[in-house]
């Protein structure tokens, strides 16, 4: 009998609510969408609301309620933390018990104060949190069979798991526990090096090519010790999570001879060879880990979750050295994805459903727009009610052309199309395009749009079946997950490195060269991070880039994230128009309506819109 | 608001603060030292190179139904009585009797600050930009 179970994660960072009937995903969302608050920890009321329109049910209706997490366990191990750390760590104790003896441990009485039901169920039901991640890895990969390998900052006490799923079953056979973290580890240097801890991971992964790997041997020397299977431990005395309220400490600073660097200050070399330091460590030991999970388990399929399986380049490292037949990573990979994983584990092991492979051999993320869509005519509706000038093409291949036209005059374009994408990456639902062959399209479209650090690369959409023409990659990257050198004969030498360091280490020097024919794509090392484009996952977008491949003989655009910095990603025609108006965007896609930012009326604001969001 | 007038909310911090300092320094702390006297160690620190691996075995492999239907509380008395369970089989990880019997003596207090800590509506849904949220 069909059961409709709703996950919830919340409490630590991007809340996030999805809905699983049947055992088939119904919905998703993070909260941060609706709230507009950036990684919103709060109970996602709204999320779950979204969930339950899509699914057209209340509360009442659904068979259970299942959080992603085990409140009580975490509260052992915040118990034996201070406990250990006793008597320095009071600060970091007040902080811990306030939240978790107030809140976290009360998660059944949230759920009830802000949805007024449990559910038939009668009661919260809970997972584990890294069972939570290996099931929104394993359930909706394409695979019956896979080996599972979840990396992250820390669950109840679990920071590694390596298990095996099979059909409807999952067995998590062996961990690593805090305080040994390599996702605390990459934190502390995405810290150090003057970026936010649970965001600025991303740009620390982005800066690496920069940097030369030098500080690799003082790392393992001090800081962490890795068996040959992949196994690790940190020696804690480097680090400032187990008894402060920062990652690093003095003993860390005294290592890398400083402090850490200031936000927003100028980026130093030091900070690019820590970065790509870092980075070869995480890939060493994550290349080892899935070498030992491939002989251990003898699966030939691998899929990942948790916040360190975004690192697109280490994921595309193990694609690369072709440990594993096929390689499956969960789109929201972070805590986001957890309410999903929940929902999934708790249709299968707990009410014993049947799980549902997609027949094409495909996998059951449904492209992961499992968020809010907006009918054309509610897009019409809200453009009349402010009088905002647009033109309405209904034909699909007709929109596209001239979205496509526009694109390849060099127009940056807002395109809201669709259901909303669940996970960080923007993947063609709620995204900013530009054309890749132009040189100055990245600086334009960071500096200009996005407003973030120049140094940050753009990611390319390909069409599916155009993925080898442009890219050392012979599969399919869906989710922006895997990261690839674009071809060989496609690069420009550029003596970069060399560049670098006669321009006193000053990043623009190098990140306007152009280093391919599609140079708003390719990275400092002539990487890209691809998502490769299906029509049966997404149809309009791939119709967008089948015209501008028409056009210009090019199958791939520029994709990025429709929001500034700081921003989450917009969600309604509202946010998106909002947006379009702030920045020098030209063009706004908004379903089946088209929006020139020259016929548009002036914006009026009261106050610097900047300032509206905290800089990630 | 005068600089004599008491903000309620600033109040309730604070008197929320001085109860985890009153658990912290009465009962936390000798428990601690406990342990410390025991040379009873909750984890490690620091890497031991005569490992042949880090990883550890789960004790649990698979997930049965029932498991489902814990990792929450009712209330204060059913924290108490859980945490009681939990440390006396020697806690999630199984760390032994002897640690999970010192730490069970702060089953009733943690229960009673429980109560004074106990708020529904978070307060505080900041992000710390600082550190991993992991509490």
Not at chain 1, 45 to 63: F, R, S
Not at chain 1, 362 to 382: C, H, M, N, W
Not at chain 2, 115 to 130: G, I, M, T
Request: hydrophobic share 40%; glycine share 6%; net charge neutral.
């Amino acid at each position: 009998m069909s059961k409709t179970v709703l996950g919830i994660s919340a409490f630590y960072h991007d809340s996030a609510a999805a809905l699983v009937r049947d055992s088939e995903i119904i919905a998703a969302a993070q909260e941060e969408r609706f709230s507009r608050k950036k990684h919103d920890p709060r109970f996602p009321v709204n999320a779950i609301n979204y969930c339950l329109e899509e699914a057209g049910t209340e509360p009442a209706d659904l068979d259970a309620i299942v959080f992603y997490d085990k409140p009580l366990w975490t509260l052992d191990r915040v118990v034996e933390n201070c406990l250990m750390m006793a008597p320095s760590g009071y600060e970091q104790m007040e902080k811990a018990l306030r939240s978790i003896l107030g809140v976290k441990l009360w998660t059944e009485k949230q759920v009830q104060h802000h949805l007024k039901s449990l559910g038939k169920a009668g009661k919260l039901l809970y997972t584990e949190h890294h069972l939570a991640h290996a099931a929104s890895a394993f359930y909706p990969s394409p695979y019956r069979e896979a080996a599972i390998l979840t990396l992250d900052g820390v669950g109840e006490w679990a920071t590694t798991t390596i298990g095996v799923g099979k059909d409807d079953r999952i067995e998590l056979t062996h961990e690593i526990d805090y305080p040994h973290s390599l996702g605390l580890l990459y934190s502390a240097f995405t810290y150090y090096c003057g970026f936010k801890v649970n965001s600025g991971e991303y740009k620390l992964m982005g800066l690496a090519p920069y940097g030369d790997p030098k500080y690799v041997k003082l790392i393992y020397d001090k800081l962490i010790d890795v068996k040959p299977d992949g196994s690790y431990c940190l020696n804690t005395e480097y680090f400032g999570y187990l008894d402060r309220l920062v990652v690093t400490n003095e003993q860390f600073n005294r290592l890398f001879c400083g402090m850490p660097r200031q936000p927003e200050s100028r980026i130093s070399r030091k900070e690019m060879d820590l970065a790509a330091s870092i980075q070869v460590v995480l890939e060493e030991i994550v290349l080892k880990m899935a070498r030992h999970v491939r002989k251990s388990t003898g699966e030939k399929n691998l899929v990942l979750a948790g916040g360190v399986a975004l690192n697109c380049v280490a994921n595309g490292k193990i694609l690369k050295e072709k440990i594993f037949e096929g390689l499956w990573i969960q789109p929201a990979s972070g805590d986001a994805g957890g309410a999903l994983g929940s929902a999934l584990l708790t249709s299968h092991m707990y009410f014993g459903e049947k799980r549902r492979m997609n027949p094409n051999g495909r996998d059951t993320q449904k492209g992961s727009y499992l968020g809010i869509g907006y009918s054309p005519s509610e897009v019409r509706a809200f453009l009349e009610r402010h009088s905002y000038p647009y033109e309405r093409i209904p034909d699909l291949k007709e929109r596209a052309r001239k979205i496509a036209a526009a694109l390849a005059e060099g127009k940056v374009i807002g395109y809201l199309a669709g259901r909303m994408e669940f996970g960080p990456r923007a993947l063609g639902a709620r995204s900013i395009m530009g054309d890749p062959r132009r040189q100055e399209t990245q600086a334009q479209m960071n500096l200009k749009i996005k407003y973030r650090e120049s140094f940050r690369p753009f990611a390319p959409s390909v069409l599916a079946e155009d993925v080898a023409t442009y890219f050392e990659m012979d599969v399919e990257s869906p989710y922006m997950l895997l990261v690839a050198p674009v071809r060989n004969e496609k690069q420009i030498q550029t003596g970069w490195k060399e560049a670098l360091r006669d321009g006193g280490d000053d990043m623009l020097h190098v990140i306007n060269q152009a280093r391919s024919d599609i140079p708003a794509i390719t990275h400092v090392d002539f990487s890209a991070r691809v998502q490769s484009v299906h029509p049966e996952d997404k149809r309009d977008y791939y119709e967008v880039i089948r015209a501008f491949k028409d056009l210009t003989g090019y199958g791939v655009i520029v994709n990025t994230s429709f929001n500034v910095r700081g921003e989450p990603i917009v969600c309604s025609p509202a946010n998106a128009y909002k947006c379009f108006m702030r920045t020098e965007m030209d063009m706004l896609v908004l379903e089946d309506c088209v929006l020139w930012k020259d016929k548009q009326p002036k914006m009026k604001e009261n106050a610097d819109w900047r300032k509206e969001y905290e800089l990630d | 608001m005068s600089s004599i007038e008491v903000n309620p909310q600033t109040a309730d911090t604070n008197s929320k603060v001085k109860k985890i300092r009153s658990f912290y320094d009465r009962k936390l702390l000798p428990v601690a030292k406990s342990l410390r006297d025991r040379r009873l160690l909750l984890f490690d620190l620091t890497p031991d190179p005569s490992r042949s691996t880090y990883y550890v075995q789960r004790a649990r492999k698979t997930v049965m139904p029932a498991d489902f239907e814990e990792g929450g509380c009712q209330s204060p008395e059913d924290l108490e009585v859980k945490l009681q369970a939990l440390w006396k089989n020697g806690g999630v990880r199984g760390k032994g009797a002897e640690a999970g019997s010192v730490m069970a003596k702060l089953a009733a207090s943690i229960a009673v600050l429980s109560k004074e800590l106990y708020a529904v509506e978070e307060q505080d849904a900041e992000v710390s930009p600082l550190t991993y949220v992991m509490f």
